[in-house]
């Protein structure tokens, strides 16, 4: 068990440019998640994913944002004409849905800065 | 619309002191989740504790229990016999029942005083 992992770690771009962030679960891990998380922020949901089904989206997520997971395991978040208001901290996470109370584990997140 | 409220931003201790965490939520639903989960500096979060809401006992894990009160929606986390480890931002999360969204509070960032 090595962790969701994300990748980049930082990622900094100009605003107008388009931004790709993957997420690799846990590898038995059925369901995965997007969040946003602002400074000083509680994260805030985006969407939600059990196996290649996008089950759910937040209004958070304008038609600039599209998420996929094509073969049930990996996810790319990708954000279109990024604008400043874009700068967060995007995190990943995965669960099994062995229990309705299966907790989410975290991955480290990637940090944007849009500029 | 649920939503769940943390008033404290920021909470102090001496290390092993106790200190508790407050949480509230709104929600007309009878069926739901509450959960801490704890953000170290850089580092990825984890969960500290879990209750169902349909459980009258408070969850229990180590050093951290729960005071959960449903009529009055307030869900606190006492952290006894503080650690340095223990200085992090406190999430508390709600999730209505057969849904997969957490609903996160602003968060408390707990300091440790040696």
């Known amino acids: 068990d090595t962790g969701v992992s994300q990748d980049p770690r930082h990622k900094i771009t100009k605003r107008g440019q388009n931004v790709t962030f993957r997420c690799d679960p846990i590898s038995e891990h059925n369901r995965l998640y997007w969040y946003r998380q602002t400074l000083g922020q509680g994260p805030e949901f985006l969407t939600y994913?059990?196996?290649?089904?996008?089950?759910?989206k937040s209004r958070l997520l304008s038609d600039r944002f599209s998420a996929e997971r094509p073969k049930g395991s990996f996810s790319t978040l990708e954000i279109q004409r990024t604008e400043q208001g874009d700068s967060a901290m995007y995190l990943c996470?995965?669960?099994?849905?062995?229990?309705?109370?299966?907790?989410?584990?975290f991955g480290n997140g990637t940090r944007l800065t849009v500029t | 619309a649920q939503t769940v409220t943390q008033s404290q931003p920021e909470m102090s201790v001496q290390e092993a002191e106790t200190v508790t965490l407050s949480c509230t939520y709104d929600t007309s639903e009878s069926d739901y989740y509450l959960f801490w989960y704890k953000q170290p500096p850089s580092r990825q979060m984890i969960l500290v504790i879990r209750q169902e809401a349909y459980k009258q006992q408070n969850a229990t894990e180590n050093r951290f229990s729960v005071n959960f009160q449903k009529a009055a929606k307030s869900f606190s986390l006492k952290i006894s016999d503080s650690q340095l480890g223990d200085a992090a931002m406190y999430f508390c999360?709600?999730?209505?029942?057969?849904?997969?969204?957490?609903?996160f509070g602003q968060g408390t960032r707990l300091t440790i005083n040696p």
């Open positions: 996470a995965s669960s099994l849905d062995l229990e309705e109370s299966s907790p989410l584990h």
């Open positions: 999360a709600y999730r209505s029942g057969g849904a997969q969204k957490l609903v």
């Open positions: 994913f059990q196996n290649e089904a996008q089950l759910e």
